[in-house]
């Protein structure tokens, strides 16, 4: 990595800036992108703790992000809302002010998040099994929404894992197509079951695909689920560090390495794919660092990196930006577990 100019402090608009110059070069990319710091702020005084997925609002203002509700306990991961009263559903408004929120007590482990276009609200609970109270009956499932938290749709059975038609296993993210069509990615671990499973809008399965394994159509840890502007399947197969394409028939296309270790990826309105990558280091995905590819979502090259922005990038821990979200100004939203918040990019380069 060859760093030409240093990182440095300064105001713009009033606000508080990190900038990252545009001639900074990582891994041969440059960053036109600056770091908006304290974007996001939390009502009745509640402190952020681990934010999960992150997605735009059908109007392209508006973002909605999942929040793990226990903040108390640093290193507490895997159960943060299984004893919480709190809302891990927030909707923040373009100044970070949040103006809708829903779903406490019905999550252990929220982890997912898609708006369609209604606004409707689809979020997934990818806890692990031994991670589950006995007797608890959540987890496992993808639940849909109402703009406003209304409970429309329950994919999966609550509490309980499996591989048939009618279970998931921690399902780690769910998006929707342009007709209705709900692909969900099962599942978040690589011991799980590994699959694709899509439904109609009526909650009724379609076809499954896929297994744990490393070739095309095989995956270890499905992450993430994202569809392109042609309507091009998008999945992050995570622990084999790279994203494979589908038709929405579950047809394999191709497989792109390029983008490192994708735990998010996102498109906006003009072609281009936003891929979080929060895992690669020496030991998971050597040669690659953590941070955020910015690139040709028809063709796949890589045209930009927003590099992690705090920390040690050959930490093993995941820092970072694990989720992100674009909206459609061009805004960057990265969902940040580790660090606890949303951290919105703006450009200030061409």
């Given at each position: 990595?060859?760093?030409?100019?240093?990182?440095?402090?300064?105001?713009?608009?009033?606000?508080?800036?990190?900038?990252?110059?545009?001639?900074?070069?990582?891994?041969?990319?440059?960053n036109p992108y600056a770091s908006l710091?304290?974007?996001?702020?939390?009502?009745?005084?509640?402190?952020?703790?681990?934010?999960?997925?992150?997605?735009?609002?059908?109007?392209?203002?508006?973002?909605?992000?999942?929040?793990?509700?226990?903040?108390?306990?640093?290193?507490?991961?895997?159960?943060?809302?299984?004893?919480?009263?709190?809302?891990?559903?927030?909707?923040?408004?373009?100044?970070?002010?949040?103006?809708?929120?829903?779903?406490?007590?019905?999550?252990?482990?929220?982890?997912?998040?898609?708006?369609?276009?209604?606004?409707?609200?689809?979020?997934?609970?990818?806890?692990?099994?031994?991670?589950?109270?006995?007797?608890?009956?959540?987890?496992?499932?993808?639940?849909?929404?109402?703009?406003?938290?209304?409970?429309?749709?329950?994919?999966?059975?609550?509490?309980?894992?499996?591989?048939?038609?009618?279970?998931?296993?921690?399902?780690?993210?769910?998006?929707?197509?342009?007709?209705?069509?709900?692909?969900?990615?099962?599942?978040?671990?690589?011991?799980?079951?590994?699959?694709?499973?899509?439904?109609?809008?009526?909650?009724?399965?379609?076809?499954?695909?896929?297994?744990?394994?490393?070739?095309?159509?095989?995956?270890?840890?499905?992450?993430?689920?994202?569809?392109?502007?042609?309507?091009?399947?998008?999945?992050?197969?995570?622990?084999?560090?790279?994203?494979?394409?589908?038709?929405?028939?579950?047809?394999?296309?191709?497989?792109?390495?390029?983008?490192?270790?994708?735990?998010?990826i996102s498109f906006d309105a003009h072609?281009?794919?936003?891929?979080?990558?929060?895992?690669?280091?020496?030991?998971?995905?050597?040669?690659?660092?953590?941070?955020?590819?910015?690139?040709?979502?028809?063709?796949?090259?890589?045209?930009?990196?927003?590099?992690?922005?705090?920390?040690?990038?050959?930490?093993?821990?995941?820092?970072?930006?694990?989720?992100?979200?674009?909206?459609?100004?061009?805004?960057?939203?990265?969902?940040?577990?580790?660090?606890?918040?949303?951290?919105?990019?703006?450009?200030?380069?061409?």
């Amino acid at each position: 990595m060859q760093k030409l100019t240093p990182r440095f402090t300064t105001a713009f608009l009033g606000l508080s800036l990190l900038i990252a110059s545009s001639v900074t070069l990582a891994q041969g990319y440059p960053n036109p992108y600056a770091s908006l710091n304290s974007w996001a702020e939390l009502p009745g005084g509640r402190t952020f703790g681990a934010v999960g997925d992150v997605d735009v609002d059908p109007d392209g203002v508006h973002i909605w992000a999942i929040m793990r509700c226990d903040a108390t306990e640093r290193n507490r991961f895997g159960n943060e809302c299984v004893d919480s009263d709190l809302d891990p559903i927030l909707k923040f408004d373009a100044e970070g002010k949040v103006v809708e929120s829903f779903g406490s007590g019905m999550f252990i482990w929220p982890h997912g998040i898609d708006v369609d276009s209604s606004g409707n609200v689809y979020v997934t609970d990818a806890v692990r099994d031994d991670r589950i109270p006995a007797g608890d009956t959540r987890g496992h499932q993808v639940i849909k929404f109402s703009p406003t938290g209304e409970v429309l749709m329950v994919l999966g059975t609550p509490g309980k894992s499996g591989s048939s038609d009618k279970h998931f296993t921690s399902p780690s993210d769910v998006v929707v197509g342009n007709n209705g069509d709900i692909f969900v990615a099962d599942g978040h671990n690589t011991d799980g079951n590994n699959r694709m499973m899509k439904f109609n809008s009526k909650g009724q399965l379609i076809k499954k695909w896929g297994k744990t394994g490393y070739g095309p159509s095989e995956f270890r840890a499905l992450h993430t689920l994202g569809i392109d502007n042609s309507g091009r399947l998008f999945v992050g197969d995570r622990s084999n560090s790279r994203i494979q394409l589908f038709d929405q028939d579950g047809t394999y296309l191709n497989q792109w390495t390029q983008f490192g270790r994708p735990s998010g990826i996102s498109f906006d309105a003009h072609g281009n794919i936003y891929v979080a990558d929060s895992e690669s280091d020496d030991e998971q995905n050597p040669g690659f660092e953590m941070g955020i590819r910015i690139g040709d979502a028809k063709l796949g090259w890589v045209e930009h990196f927003i590099q992690l922005p705090q920390g040690d990038p050959r930490s093993t821990r995941g820092n970072g930006a694990e989720f992100v979200a674009v909206d459609a100004a061009g805004n960057i939203f990265g969902g940040e577990p580790s660090p606890r918040k949303i951290q919105k990019y703006i450009r200030v380069r061409p």
